[in-house]
């Protein structure tokens, strides 16, 4: 039985009717497209500085525009308060988001992905009613998987929870938790029994983030940011409601989670590094830019750029066959993560040895200034690692869909 949650989004006050327009793709572009220059100039308005002090406001203030007009959630069935947008539509807008330079939704990246997918999935309707509908007024959910001894090999975790009547009592450290500082909730991997083997012991939980023996220290990163932090978890009571799943069924329940973190998300990444790639060649050419003179880096620059439009290609390909089988397969997980992270790191490296040292001082937060080769360039590391790390994923090439033996 499916619980209804809230009524689809309607036309909105403001003028903007984008979601009526849905099955007239070019109508859909334009009334996204009016949309968005509207709202992302007056975004530059409201935060001229772009501070990184600014940037929980600046989400914040983002969601509530979008939630104006219906655009929130239009990707979740209309059944919890989306509009059933299709994959092709929800191209349209990741391509004009990136074409304005909208701000990337990073703040709600679990919220607005992972939580749907895993609670559509597998939550009570007492969690669906609870969760689903806060996501659009800007409730903020991070995500406690990783910790100091289980990355890549997730189903080591060892952060403990242990049942207690109407509660369990969780004791562990998480790490690498994305926004967590900010996060109202977490969706949590805990170990319930430690003698079964490793991945049929682990428990999943949906925490509230205030609950007493919760705390969170902030990471700093090497250019100044602090996305990241540490949760550290001593005698946190949960009670047995926000288990999701049963008992030891965990890690089927976070193959969900994590089957969310790929598709869009990359596809609006490959844009938005088309417009990086044209923004850099057109300030060179302004500036008259001395790599401009050296055929090597102008060659390289064309083969990275006509990698760049193949990678674009191919993604939109891939979505294209998805939608057609309404589903993604693991091949394409693997592609677009791959395909995608290596080359905004090649990206990256080009733009720092071509700006020379004159931009590796002055390093500002990736919040700030997203578009500083040296930010380009740090950041592009992350993509690499996060979402499993794409050694992982060639593994996975190689064993499930090669099939190639184990080594
Ligand atoms: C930007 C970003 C955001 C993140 N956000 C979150 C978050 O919100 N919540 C969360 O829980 N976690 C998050 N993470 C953590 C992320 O999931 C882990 O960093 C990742 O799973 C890798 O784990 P690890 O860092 O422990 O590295 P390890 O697993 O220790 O790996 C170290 C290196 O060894 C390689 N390696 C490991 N095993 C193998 C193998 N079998 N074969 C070949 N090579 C191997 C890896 O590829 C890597 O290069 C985030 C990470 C990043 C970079």
Redesign the pocket.
């Known amino acids: 039985m499916t619980t209804v949650i809230a009524e689809p989004a309607a036309k909105q006050p403001g003028g903007h009717d984008i979601l009526g327009k849905a099955r007239n793709p070019q109508a859909f572009r334009m009334a996204a497209r009016n949309w968005l220059e509207e709202t992302v100039a007056a975004e530059k308005r409201a935060f001229p500085d772009r501070t990184a002090d600014d940037f929980y406001k600046r989400q914040q203030w983002w969601m509530a525009e979008r939630n104006k007009v219906g655009m929130a959630t239009p990707h979740w069935p209309s059944a919890y308060g989306g509009a059933d947008l299709s994959l092709s539509n929800q191209v349209i807008v990741a391509e004009e988001m990136a074409r304005v330079g909208a701000p990337p939704m990073s703040l709600f990246t679990v919220s607005l992905n992972h939580i749907p997918a895993t609670l559509i999935r597998w939550g009570t309707p007492e969690q669906k009613s609870r969760h689903l509908p806060g996501v659009s007024k800007g409730v903020v959910w991070?995500?406690?998987?990783?910790e100091p001894n289980a990355?890549?090999?997730?189903a080591s975790l060892g952060t403990r929870a242990v049942r207690d009547g109407d509660h369990y009592i969780v004791n562990g450290q998480?790490i690498?938790?994305?926004y967590s500082m900010y996060a109202a909730h977490c969706i949590l991997l805990t170990r319930t029994d430690p003698q079964a083997s490793k991945h049929k012991g682990i428990t999943y939980f949906l925490m509230d983030m205030k609950t007493p023996g919760v705390e969170v220290r902030p990471l700093r990163q090497v250019n100044g940011s602090a996305k990241?932090a540490e949760i550290f978890l001593t005698d946190v009571r949960i009670p047995v409601e926000n288990r999701v799943g049963e008992e030891n069924q965990g890690w089927t329940v976070a193959q969900t989670t994590l089957s969310a973190e790929r598709g869009i998300l990359a596809f609006d990444a490959g844009e938005r590094l088309r417009y990086q790639m044209e923004a850099f060649h057109a300030d060179a050419l302004r500036a008259d830019a001395a790599w401009l003179q050296d055929p090597e880096m102008t060659r390289e620059f064309a083969r990275l750029f006509a990698e760049m439009q193949g990678c674009r290609r191919l993604l939109r390909r891939l979505m294209r066959e998805n939608e057609a089988n309404a589903a993604s397969t693991l091949e394409t997980v693997v592609y677009v993560k791959v395909i995608n992270t290596t080359l905004k790191r090649k990206v990256g490296d080009f733009m720092l040895r071509a700006q020379g040292l004159q931009d590796q001082f002055h390093l500002h937060g990736a919040e700030e200034r997203p578009d500083q080769p040296m930010n380009v360039y740090i950041t592009s590391f992350?993509g690499t690692?996060?979402?499993?790390?794409?050694?992982?994923m060639l593994?996975v090439l190689a064993e499930r869909i090669l099939g190639m033996p184990k080594s």
Not at 385 to 392: P, Q, T, V, Y
């Open positions: 991070c995500q406690g998987f990783s990355g890549s090999d997730l998480k690498w938790s994305s990241f992350g690692i996060a979402g499993g790390s794409n050694e992982i593994n």
